[in-house]
């Protein structure tokens, strides 16, 4: 069933009924059309349910309350089919990923325009969410390199009751022209999404962490540092999504603040663009090295 022709009856409905309601201010509520009860279950198979029930409430005054129970009913069928299709999934099946290729504009320890590659994977189980990603950047420049990085990172959350989770966080990155040969860390702390609409998502996390970090002209490191988080995810249009992603680690021997904010507009089902902007701050960078990088990305993005 195609949801305008619905969404146009609806009004077109709307607009007679609220003057017969009028008329008879006492007289109980009508029930709810059969078309608007099949609207909604459209709407619900297509992902729309949410604009759809507004117009309807809107078209329906009277059917308001029907229409709000329909509406939860729906909602909660949807979410108990969703954790019964990821209970049933095996430990490689329900993972869905994307992989991304472009260039990059970057200043800094480096000022150059290179190439950038990234890989990413998630899958949710009832009580587990996982997230791994993958990401490098080169750049050569009259026959040297200039630029490279290389990291890769696994976030985990174990769901608690209601919006807290159990954070797990391991990564490891390469970059060269910042000075660092190999830097770890691994924590394990709490978290909390403190906004929770299907158009908006923020999550919080804190806890300890474990830092190692090997330089390329100076001794190794280990240090405990606190490890803080936030991760937004905004659907501004259907088709247009911004996400902001922080992580900052505070220790005695140099403090790193990292954010990534994204803005990804869809082109097709299985195929996005992305421009991206990150951020990258130490507060005691190896000698030699500044203290701040900044990179401007843009790739295309395959979903799969």
Known sequence: MRIRPLLAASLALGVALPIGVAARADAPPPPLPPEVARMLDAAAASGQLGPVADVARR????SAGEIDAR??????????????????????QGWTGEGQAGGFVSSGNTEDVGVTAGLSFAKETPRWRHDVKLASEYQRSRGAVSKERYAAGYAGQWKLNGRAFVALALSGERDRFAGYKSRF???????????????????????P???????????????????????LSWTLRPELVLTQNTTAFLDSV???????TALTTKLRNDLSARTAFDLRMESDPPAGRKGTDTTLRTSLVYSF
């Open 59 to 62: 078209a329906y005054p009277g």
């Open 209 to 231: 962490a474990l830092r190692q970090v090997s330089y390329y002209n100076a001794p190794d490191e280990v240090a405990f540092a606190g490890r803080f988080g936030s991760d």
């Open 254 to 260: 140099s403090s790193t603040l990292t954010s990534t």
């Open 185 to 207: 860390s691994e924590s394990v702390g709490v978290g909390y999404r403190l906004v929770d609409r299907p158009d908006l998502r923020l999550d919080v996390q804190a806890g």
């Open 71 to 92: 509406v939860a009913d729906l909602r909660a069928r949807a979410e108990a089919e969703r954790i019964e299709r990821l209970a049933s999934h095996r430990l490689y």
